[in-house]
């Protein structure tokens, strides 16, 4: 079982392969997702990422929260209840 993190502050071009690449230095990766708007069709700027192991999870809050992607310094936590899938 994994850990789900909450990305926050995602550029609108940013994809799931960007996240996937760059969390992959942390740990492995078991899946990622960038919610879209059912409205506009835009992409939303958080995501999610399901970290494989906690290790994982902690090594990728530690180094990538603040991390420069896109021009956009991005936060990095642990999901909580309030964060919409």
Do not use: C, W
Request: charged letters at 20%; proline letters at 4%.
């Amino acid at each position: 079982m994994g850990t789900k993190l909450y990305i926050g502050n995602l550029s609108q071009t940013a994809r799931e392969t960007d996240l996937e690449t760059l969390f992959h230095h942390a740990g492995v990766v078991m899946s990622v997702a960038i919610p879209t708007d059912a409205k506009t069709g835009y992409r939303k700027t958080y995501g999610f990422v399901n970290m494989g192991t906690e290790q994982g999870a902690q090594a990728a809050i530690q180094t990538l929260d603040g991390f420069s992607l896109f021009d956009r310094q991005i936060s990095v936590r642990e999901a909580g209840p309030q964060d919409r899938p």
